[in-house]
């Protein structure tokens, strides 16, 4: 039970991360230009960077834990995800 459990949170939080990505994807063409930033800002940027890679971490740790890969299956799954997870990134 607690597995299932695990899985539908698991899709949940991956279906919204993609959907979410989608919606604030901008064209290249569209990106402002880059001004100057305060220190505050600066440090409001690497802080939100800083989370960003905790969550992603903490997603493939939860990951590996549900899924519970073989070293075969983890080898072809892991190097999918990766891009995977780059693609909904950009």
Same mark, same amino acid.
């Given at each position: 039970? /607690?597995?299932?459990?695990?899985? =539908? !949170? !698991?899709?949940?939080? !991956?279906? =919204?991360?993609?959907? *979410? ?20 800002? *600066? ?7 800083? *989370? /960003?890679? #905790? ?7 939860? *990951? ?17 995800? $990766?891009?995977? #997870? =780059?693609? !909904? $990134?950009?």
């Amino acid at each position: 039970m /607690r597995a299932i459990a695990m899985a =539908s !949170l !698991l899709a949940a939080c !991956l279906t =919204s991360g993609h959907a *979410l990505a989608a919606q604030t994807k901008t064209p290249a063409a569209a990106k402002p230009v880059v001004t100057a930033q305060t220190p505050q800002e *600066l440090n409001t940027e690497v802080y939100i960077n800083l *989370l /960003r890679k #905790d969550v992603a971490a903490e997603k493939a740790k939860l *990951l590996g834990a549900v899924m519970q890969f073989d070293a075969e299956d983890a080898a072809k799954f892991w190097p999918i995800y $990766r891009e995977y #997870d =780059s693609e !909904l $990134r950009n």
